[in-house]
């Protein structure tokens, strides 16, 4: 975690809003004794309730859905719509994630090690919740389901807020979670879910440690600078996701095509789409037709390095790549393309201008693909498979709070786990230090 370096004075903050978090406290409170069955059952009557309210849910997301077109022109492109909308499928999902967060095991309590010193103290290390989180997301409404489902597992209260456009979708969710929590008997407290867009309101959240012990920014890079500039709480940083897919010279040729289209275009709008390809040279003429080719079907804008323009010189949506395209997160059918000499290079490439999040090498050699795992110093570092597979869900966690690029406490997906820190237990018979 990391703190940003700020003024110590707090910006005032409304009696109604400080009375908010004394309540938010009181709830981490109860939730650090809670049982394991209580919360579990909590979670499968939201995802009950999602299925019941899925109507609601999804008529507030045609709203604002509909909404877009009277916004930031940049927020009506496609991938930024598909953050946004929610489906029948997608409810599905949500609903199965709920249910396997409900049944992965509880961490509250999970003995990390245990030692008995010389002088008879017994010593136990914990698992403890963090106690209140908050976060700050946007565009995707789906994330106040997941973000809602493991802090509560992992018996914290999370103080939750959507962007302005997934407020109606947002807050019909937060209602299904207040109706859950009330019928078992759980403090409506264990949830803040915030509609007022306000950032003033943020800024002045964003100084209340005595209140909230940990911020999850997750979004943009607008969002993030905004967080890290304001904030006097610990943050778990997810940052852009600059991820690169290297395709070094001994590698298949089919296999690559899959992993490169399936990372950038699967869903380009997330932060685990490949935004750059690395090409060895030796594989460059015969790959870049065939990839421009597959790609060229779904529409892919290309930004290349002089000699990928002079491969696919004359074809549609080829441009030059400038300086600041090697460091632009698309999220959107545009990529970058660079070819390399070596893999020393695409490397270097990699430690420049990536942002610690998703890095993939396709080889043959399990040696180049080892030292690629090694030298890259990335949250997750794949060797043959698509950047698409960093997420929570597909990692067996259930979901995810995000994708922490940060090193301290956490890297990779947030889980449960993620979302505890070990304490230290001692049981004594009357020892005293001499």
């Given at each position: 975690?990391?703190?940003?370096?700020?003024?110590?004075?707090?910006?005032?903050?409304?009696?109604?809003?400080?009375?908010?978090?004394?309540?938010?406290?009181?709830?981490?409170?109860?939730?650090?004794?809670?049982?394991?069955?209580?919360?579990?059952?909590?979670?499968?009557?939201?995802?009950?309730?999602?299925?019941?309210?899925?109507?609601?849910?999804?008529?507030?997301?045609?709203?604002?859905?509909?909404?877009?077109?009277?916004?930031?022109?940049t927020?009506?492109?496609?991938?930024?719509?598909?953050?946004?909308?929610?489906?029948?499928?997608?409810?599905?999902?949500?609903?199965?994630s709920?249910?396997?967060?409900a049944?992965?095991?509880?961490?509250?309590?999970?003995?990390?090690?245990?030692?008995?010193?010389?002088?008879?103290?017994?010593?136990?290390?914990?698992?403890?919740?963090?106690?209140?989180?908050l976060?700050?997301?946007?565009?995707?409404?789906?994330?106040?389901?997941?973000?809602?489902?493991?802090?509560?597992?992992?018996?914290?209260?999370?103080?939750?807020?959507?962007?302005?456009?997934?407020?109606?979708?947002?807050?019909?969710?937060?209602r299904?979670?207040?109706?859950?929590?009330?019928?078992?008997?759980?403090?409506p407290?264990?949830?803040?879910?915030?509609?007022?867009?306000d950032?003033?309101?943020?800024?002045?959240?964003?100084?209340?440690r005595?209140?909230?012990?940990?911020?999850?920014?997750?979004?943009?890079?607008?969002?993030?600078?905004?967080v890290?500039?304001?904030?006097?709480i610990?943050i778990?940083k997810?940052?852009?996701?600059?991820?690169?897919?290297?395709?070094?010279?001994?590698?298949?040729?089919t296999?690559?095509?899959?992993?490169i289209d399936?990372?950038?275009?699967h869903?380009p709008?997330?932060?685990?789409a490949?935004?750059?390809?690395?090409v060895?040279?030796?594989?460059?003429?015969?790959?870049?037709?065939?990839?421009?080719?597959?790609?060229?079907?779904?529409?892919?804008?290309?930004?290349?390095?002089?000699?990928?323009?002079?491969?696919?010189?004359?074809?549609?949506?080829?441009?030059?790549?400038?300086?600041?395209?090697?460091?632009?997160?698309?999220?959107?059918?545009?990529?970058?393309?660079?070819?390399?000499?070596?893999?020393d290079?695409?490397?270097?490439?990699?430690?420049?201008?990536?942002?610690?999040?998703?890095?993939?090498?396709?080889?043959?050699?399990?040696?180049?693909a080892?030292?690629?795992?090694?030298?890259?110093?990335?949250?997750?570092?794949?060797?043959?498979?698509?950047?698409?597979?960093?997420?929570?869900?597909?990692?067996?966690l259930?979901?995810?709070?995000?994708?922490?690029?940060?090193?301290?406490?956490?890297?990779?997906?947030?889980?449960l786990?993620?979302?505890?820190?070990?304490?230290?237990?001692?049981?004594?018979?009357?020892?005293?230090?001499?």
């Amino acid at each position: 975690m990391t703190a940003a370096l700020t003024s110590s004075i707090a910006p005032p903050i409304a009696e109604e809003t400080l009375s908010r978090l004394r309540a938010s406290r009181e709830a981490a409170l109860w939730l650090r004794s809670s049982v394991t069955d209580t919360r579990n059952r909590v979670l499968l009557a939201v995802a009950r309730l999602l299925v019941e309210h899925q109507d609601s849910v999804l008529a507030a997301n045609a709203e604002d859905l509909a909404a877009l077109s009277g916004m930031d022109p940049t927020r009506a492109i496609p991938a930024f719509r598909d953050r946004l909308l929610l489906t029948e499928q997608r409810i599905v999902q949500m609903v199965e994630s709920l249910a396997r967060v409900a049944a992965l095991g509880d961490p509250l309590g999970e003995q990390v090690s245990r030692r008995v010193l010389p002088n008879g103290l017994l010593l136990r290390q914990i698992r403890s919740p963090l106690g209140v989180i908050l976060m700050i997301f946007e565009s995707r409404p789906n994330v106040a389901i997941e973000a809602f489902s493991l802090a509560f597992k992992s018996g914290n209260v999370i103080l939750l807020r959507g962007g302005s456009e997934s407020m109606r979708t947002t807050e019909a969710i937060y209602r299904i979670i207040a109706e859950a929590l009330f019928e078992n008997g759980a403090p409506p407290e264990c949830i803040w879910g915030i509609t007022n867009t306000d950032r003033a309101l943020m800024t002045a959240l964003l100084a209340q440690r005595e209140w909230i012990d940990v911020v999850v920014p997750r979004g943009g890079e607008g969002l993030i600078d905004f967080v890290v500039r304001n904030s006097t709480i610990p943050i778990i940083k997810n940052d852009r996701g600059m991820c690169h897919v290297y395709v070094h010279d001994d590698a298949d040729a089919t296999m690559a095509l899959e992993i490169i289209d399936n990372s950038k275009t699967h869903r380009p709008g997330v932060c685990n789409a490949m935004e750059t390809v690395l090409v060895h040279r030796k594989l460059s003429e015969s790959l870049l037709p065939a990839l421009y080719s597959r790609l060229g079907a779904k529409n892919v804008e290309w930004f290349g390095c002089p000699e990928t323009c002079r491969i696919l010189a004359g074809e549609p949506g080829v441009s030059a790549a400038t300086d600041a395209s090697w460091d632009t997160e698309y999220l959107d059918l545009k990529m970058n393309c660079r070819l390399v000499d070596t893999i020393d290079e695409a490397i270097q490439h990699i430690e420049q201008h990536g942002s610690r999040h998703s890095e993939v090498i396709v080889t043959s050699s399990e040696i180049e693909a080892r030292r690629f795992q090694e030298e890259i110093d990335a949250a997750a570092v794949y060797w043959n498979a698509s950047t698409r597979f960093t997420d929570g869900f597909e990692f067996g966690l259930g979901g995810e709070l995000g994708i922490s690029t940060q090193k301290l406490h956490v890297r990779g997906p947030i889980g449960l786990r993620e979302l505890t820190s070990v304490r230290w237990v001692i049981d004594g018979n009357g020892q005293i230090r001499k």
